[in-house]
C-alpha cells in the first residue's frame, strides 16, 4: 500500500490509530508501505509537535518525484491538475498496489487503484 497524505494528517500523531495498527501489521508480515516525499511535504509542519509522524515515516519506503514525464501524462489523461496525487497513482501503478487515501474522487478521476481510509 502507499499512503495518501489523508491518513497522515487524520492519524500519524494517535498511537492508537488505524493507521498505527497497519503499520504494525505490515512490520508483523514483512510488507512494505509507502509514501511519497510530495506527500510529506503536504503534512509536514512542526517536527517538534509532529514526533509520531516522524516515528511513523522511518516505517515506510519513500518515492521522490523523479518521473515528471509520467506524472504530467497522467495529470493530462485524467484532466486533473494535483502533481501530488498523480505521482501517487503513477509510484502505485508501478509498485503494484493500491493507494490509501481520504481522497477517493481524486483518484477515481486518476484511474488510480485505492482503498478509502475512514
Given amino acids: 500500500m502507499i499512503l495518501d497524505a489523508g ?3 487524520a492519524d500519524a500523531e494517535r498511537v492508537n490509530s ?3 495498527s497497519l503499520i504494525k501489521r505490515a512490520a508483523e508480515r514483512g510488507d512494505e508501505i509507502h509514501t511519497t516525499h510530495p ?3 503536504q503534512v509536514w509542519r512542526d517536527p517538534q509537535r509532529q514526533a509520531n ?3 511513523a515515516a522511518k516505517h515506510f519506503e519513500i518515492h521522490a518525484l523523479d518521473d515528471a514525464v509520467s506524472v504530467g501524462r497522467r495529470l493530462a ?3 486533473t491538475a494535483d502533481v501530488v496525487d498523480a505521482h501517487l497513482a503513477v509510484i502505485a501503478e508501478s509498485l503494484g498496489t493500491f493507494i490509501l487515501t481520504t481522497d477517493p ?4 478521476l486518476l484511474d488510480a487503484r485505492f482503498e478509502r481510509y475512514a
Avoid: E, F, K, Q
Fill in 105 to 108: 474522487d481524486d483518484m477515481t
Fill in 53 to 55: 509522524l516522524a516515528r
Fill in 7 to 9: 491518513p497522515l494528517i
Fill in 77 to 79: 489523461s485524467s484532466g
Fill in 18 to 20: 488505524r493507521l498505527w
Fill in 39 to 41: 506527500v510529506l511535504a
